[in-house]
Protein backbone atom coordinates (compact mmCIF):
# COMPACT_ATOMS: atom_id res chain seq x y z
CA UNK A 1 0.00 0.00 0.00
CA UNK A 2 1.16 3.41 -0.75
CA UNK A 3 2.03 5.15 2.54
CA UNK A 4 1.71 8.91 3.51
CA UNK A 5 2.09 11.75 0.68
CA UNK A 6 4.99 13.65 2.22
CA UNK A 7 7.04 10.47 2.11
CA UNK A 8 10.40 10.22 0.60
CA UNK A 9 10.10 8.82 -3.41
CA UNK A 10 10.95 4.98 -3.66
CA UNK A 11 11.47 3.82 -7.01
CA UNK A 12 9.81 0.19 -5.59
CA UNK A 13 6.41 1.86 -4.95
CA UNK A 14 6.38 3.69 -8.74
CA UNK A 15 7.19 -0.12 -9.82
CA UNK A 16 4.81 -1.87 -7.30
CA UNK A 17 1.63 0.69 -8.50
CA UNK A 18 2.43 -0.34 -12.56
CA UNK A 19 2.46 -4.04 -11.49
CA UNK A 20 -0.81 -3.85 -10.59
CA UNK A 21 -1.87 -1.39 -13.12
CA UNK A 22 -3.51 -4.30 -15.80
CA UNK A 23 -6.62 -6.27 -15.08
CA UNK A 24 -6.59 -10.08 -16.50
CA UNK A 25 -7.62 -8.83 -20.26
CA UNK A 26 -5.33 -6.04 -19.83
CA UNK A 27 -7.62 -2.85 -18.73
CA UNK A 28 -5.84 -0.45 -17.03
CA UNK A 29 -7.04 0.24 -13.47
CA UNK A 30 -7.20 4.02 -12.50
CA UNK A 31 -6.03 3.55 -8.91
CA UNK A 32 -2.97 2.26 -9.27
CA UNK A 33 -2.81 4.43 -12.50
CA UNK A 34 -3.09 7.34 -10.24
CA UNK A 35 -1.06 5.60 -7.21
CA UNK A 36 1.90 5.01 -10.02
CA UNK A 37 1.33 9.30 -10.83
CA UNK A 38 1.44 9.78 -6.96
CA UNK A 39 5.03 8.45 -6.69
CA UNK A 40 6.08 9.86 -9.46
CA UNK A 41 5.03 13.48 -8.20
CA UNK A 42 6.89 12.49 -5.40
CA UNK A 43 10.10 12.19 -7.39
CA UNK A 44 9.75 15.37 -8.79
CA UNK A 45 9.21 17.34 -5.60
CA UNK A 46 12.82 15.59 -4.75
CA UNK A 47 14.70 17.19 -7.44
CA UNK A 48 14.37 20.76 -6.17
CA UNK A 49 11.81 23.49 -6.41
CA UNK A 50 12.25 24.31 -9.99
CA UNK A 51 10.22 21.03 -10.71
CA UNK A 52 7.74 22.86 -8.98
CA UNK A 53 5.79 23.96 -12.04
CA UNK A 54 5.97 20.61 -13.68
CA UNK A 55 4.99 18.69 -10.48
CA UNK A 56 2.30 21.09 -9.68
CA UNK A 57 0.70 20.01 -12.93
CA UNK A 58 0.64 16.64 -12.90
CA UNK A 59 -0.67 16.88 -9.49
CA UNK A 60 -3.80 19.21 -10.37
CA UNK A 61 -4.37 16.50 -12.83
CA UNK A 62 -4.00 12.95 -11.05
CA UNK A 63 -6.43 15.09 -8.37
CA UNK A 64 -8.91 15.65 -11.26
CA UNK A 65 -8.71 11.64 -11.82
CA UNK A 66 -9.24 10.79 -8.40
CA UNK A 67 -12.07 12.98 -7.94
CA UNK A 68 -13.77 11.43 -10.67
CA UNK A 69 -12.85 7.89 -8.83
CA UNK A 70 -14.65 9.44 -5.59
CA UNK A 71 -17.89 10.99 -7.27
CA UNK A 72 -21.15 8.97 -7.54
CA UNK A 73 -19.59 7.73 -11.02
CA UNK A 74 -16.92 6.80 -9.35
CA UNK A 75 -17.24 2.67 -10.52
CA UNK A 76 -17.70 4.09 -14.17
CA UNK A 77 -13.86 5.01 -13.92
CA UNK A 78 -12.57 2.10 -12.05
CA UNK A 79 -10.25 1.45 -15.58
CA UNK A 80 -9.20 3.55 -18.81
CA UNK A 81 -11.32 1.80 -20.94
CA UNK A 82 -14.39 1.89 -18.77
CA UNK A 83 -13.76 5.66 -18.22
CA UNK A 84 -13.29 6.33 -22.01
CA UNK A 85 -16.36 4.25 -22.81
CA UNK A 86 -18.52 6.41 -20.05
CA UNK A 87 -17.68 9.57 -21.26
CA UNK A 88 -17.83 9.07 -24.80
CA UNK A 89 -20.96 7.35 -24.87
CA UNK A 90 -22.68 10.43 -22.67
CA UNK A 91 -21.27 12.92 -24.38
CA UNK A 92 -18.81 14.40 -21.66
CA UNK A 93 -15.77 15.31 -23.87
CA UNK A 94 -14.83 18.09 -25.53
CA UNK A 95 -14.25 16.50 -28.94
CA UNK A 96 -12.49 19.15 -31.51
CA UNK A 97 -12.62 22.72 -29.12
CA UNK A 98 -12.67 23.52 -25.78
CA UNK A 99 -15.97 23.68 -24.48
CA UNK A 100 -17.91 22.72 -21.40
CA UNK A 101 -16.35 19.91 -20.06
CA UNK A 102 -12.34 21.17 -19.98
CA UNK A 103 -11.46 18.82 -17.43
CA UNK A 104 -12.82 15.62 -18.64
CA UNK A 105 -11.05 12.19 -17.40
CA UNK A 106 -10.35 11.90 -20.97
CA UNK A 107 -8.37 14.67 -21.53
CA UNK A 108 -7.07 14.95 -18.15
CA UNK A 109 -5.54 11.20 -18.63
CA UNK A 110 -4.11 11.95 -21.99
CA UNK A 111 -1.76 14.88 -20.50
CA UNK A 112 -0.31 12.19 -18.28
CA UNK A 113 -0.05 9.65 -20.72
CA UNK A 114 2.05 11.85 -22.89
CA UNK A 115 3.79 12.84 -20.03
CA UNK A 116 4.90 8.87 -19.54
CA UNK A 117 5.89 8.46 -22.19
CA UNK A 118 8.38 11.18 -21.25
CA UNK A 119 9.33 9.60 -18.34
CA UNK A 120 9.31 5.80 -19.87
CA UNK A 121 12.07 7.37 -22.40
CA UNK A 122 13.63 9.07 -19.72
CA UNK A 123 14.13 6.09 -17.52
CA UNK A 124 15.28 4.23 -20.00
CA UNK A 125 17.89 6.04 -21.04
CA UNK A 126 18.76 6.08 -17.39
CA UNK A 127 18.99 2.61 -17.04
CA UNK A 128 21.36 2.40 -20.24
CA UNK A 129 23.24 5.06 -18.81
CA UNK A 130 27.26 4.97 -18.65
CA UNK A 131 28.80 6.66 -15.32
CA UNK A 132 30.13 10.14 -17.30
CA UNK A 133 26.24 10.56 -18.75
CA UNK A 134 24.34 13.45 -17.82
CA UNK A 135 20.91 13.36 -16.66
CA UNK A 136 20.02 16.36 -18.30
CA UNK A 137 20.84 15.34 -21.39
CA UNK A 138 18.79 12.17 -20.65
CA UNK A 139 16.16 14.42 -20.11
CA UNK A 140 16.00 16.61 -22.47
CA UNK A 141 16.20 14.16 -25.31
CA UNK A 142 13.39 11.86 -23.82
CA UNK A 143 11.48 15.23 -23.47
CA UNK A 144 11.94 16.14 -27.30
CA UNK A 145 11.05 13.22 -28.50
CA UNK A 146 8.47 13.31 -27.07
CA UNK A 147 6.24 15.51 -24.58
CA UNK A 148 7.98 18.48 -26.52
CA UNK A 149 5.98 18.14 -29.47
CA UNK A 150 3.24 19.35 -27.54
CA UNK A 151 4.27 21.79 -25.51
CA UNK A 152 3.99 25.50 -26.55
CA UNK A 153 7.47 27.99 -26.85
CA UNK A 154 7.17 29.31 -22.97
CA UNK A 155 6.91 25.70 -21.64
CA UNK A 156 9.74 24.12 -23.39
CA UNK A 157 11.92 26.64 -22.48
CA UNK A 158 10.84 26.58 -18.50
CA UNK A 159 11.43 22.47 -19.02
CA UNK A 160 14.81 23.02 -20.51
CA UNK A 161 15.50 25.68 -17.79
CA UNK A 162 14.61 23.33 -14.98
CA UNK A 163 16.62 20.14 -16.73
CA UNK A 164 20.08 21.78 -15.99
CA UNK A 165 18.96 21.26 -12.56
CA UNK A 166 18.73 18.19 -12.25
CA UNK A 167 20.87 16.05 -9.86
CA UNK A 168 23.88 14.51 -11.89
CA UNK A 169 23.69 10.48 -12.34
CA UNK A 170 25.12 9.37 -8.98
CA UNK A 171 23.08 11.62 -7.24
CA UNK A 172 19.64 10.63 -9.29
CA UNK A 173 20.23 6.93 -8.53
CA UNK A 174 20.39 7.73 -5.09
CA UNK A 175 17.18 9.78 -5.54
CA UNK A 176 16.02 6.55 -6.82
CA UNK A 177 16.23 5.29 -2.80
CA UNK A 178 16.79 1.62 -3.93
CA UNK A 179 20.33 0.78 -3.16
CA UNK A 180 23.18 0.15 -4.81
CA UNK A 181 23.35 1.63 -8.77
CA UNK A 182 23.65 -2.08 -9.40
CA UNK A 183 20.31 -2.43 -7.87
CA UNK A 184 18.57 0.61 -9.66
CA UNK A 185 19.38 -0.34 -13.03
CA UNK A 186 18.18 -3.74 -12.30
CA UNK A 187 14.47 -2.20 -10.68
CA UNK A 188 14.39 0.01 -14.20
CA UNK A 189 15.09 -2.76 -16.23
CA UNK A 190 11.77 -4.05 -14.49
CA UNK A 191 9.70 -0.58 -14.48
CA UNK A 192 10.93 0.28 -17.80
CA UNK A 193 8.53 -2.54 -19.75
CA UNK A 194 5.49 -1.79 -17.01
CA UNK A 195 5.27 1.78 -17.81
CA UNK A 196 5.80 1.16 -21.51
CA UNK A 197 2.98 -1.60 -21.61
CA UNK A 198 0.74 0.77 -20.11
CA UNK A 199 1.70 3.35 -21.70
CA UNK A 200 0.84 1.39 -24.94
CA UNK A 201 -2.11 0.01 -24.12
CA UNK A 202 -3.50 3.23 -23.34
CA UNK A 203 -2.19 4.55 -27.23
CA UNK A 204 -4.39 1.95 -28.68
CA UNK A 205 -7.25 2.41 -27.27
CA UNK A 206 -7.37 6.47 -27.42
CA UNK A 207 -6.27 5.88 -31.32
CA UNK A 208 -9.24 3.57 -32.02
CA UNK A 209 -11.11 6.28 -30.38
CA UNK A 210 -9.58 8.89 -31.73
CA UNK A 211 -9.22 10.91 -28.75
CA UNK A 212 -5.17 11.39 -29.04
CA UNK A 213 -5.59 15.23 -29.95
CA UNK A 214 -8.70 16.14 -27.51
CA UNK A 215 -7.84 19.88 -26.78
C1 LIG B 1 12.65 13.60 -14.33
C2 LIG B 1 11.41 12.84 -14.63
C3 LIG B 1 10.28 13.70 -15.03
C4 LIG B 1 9.02 12.97 -15.46
C5 LIG B 1 7.75 13.56 -15.02
C6 LIG B 1 6.81 13.95 -16.08
C7 LIG B 1 5.84 15.01 -15.65
C8 LIG B 1 5.47 15.87 -16.79
C9 LIG B 1 4.65 17.06 -16.48
C10 LIG B 1 4.97 18.19 -17.45
C11 LIG B 1 4.23 19.44 -17.11
C12 LIG B 1 4.83 20.70 -17.71
C13 LIG B 1 4.09 21.95 -17.36
C14 LIG B 1 2.63 21.90 -17.67
C15 LIG B 1 2.16 21.93 -18.88
C16 LIG B 1 0.70 21.79 -19.21
O1 LIG B 1 0.32 22.91 -19.98
C17 LIG B 1 0.52 20.51 -19.99
N1 LIG B 1 0.58 19.39 -19.10
C18 LIG B 1 1.31 18.28 -19.36
C19 LIG B 1 1.31 17.19 -18.34
O2 LIG B 1 1.94 18.14 -20.38
C20 LIG B 1 -0.78 20.46 -20.78
O3 LIG B 1 -1.88 20.52 -19.92
P1 LIG B 1 -3.07 21.53 -20.27
O4 LIG B 1 -2.46 22.93 -20.24
O5 LIG B 1 -3.57 21.17 -21.64
O6 LIG B 1 -4.10 21.32 -19.18
Known amino acids: MAGPDNQKF ?5 LDSFKSCLSPNREIYME ?8 LIKLL ?9 ISKDAASKTQIL ?8 GSEYATVQSMVKFELDNELVD ?4 GIYPESGCRTLLRLHRALRWLELFLDRLRTSKEDDKTSVMCREAY ?3 LA ?7 RKAAGLAFYSLPGRPGFLEVMNVGSPEQVVAMLGEAVPLISEVYTITEELYQKHNLLDLP
Open 10 to 14: CLQEV
Open 32 to 39: HYVAGWKG
Open 45 to 53: NSLGSVFGF
Open 66 to 73: MNFLDSKN
Open 95 to 98: VNKK
Open 144 to 146: NES
Open 149 to 155: HHHPFMI
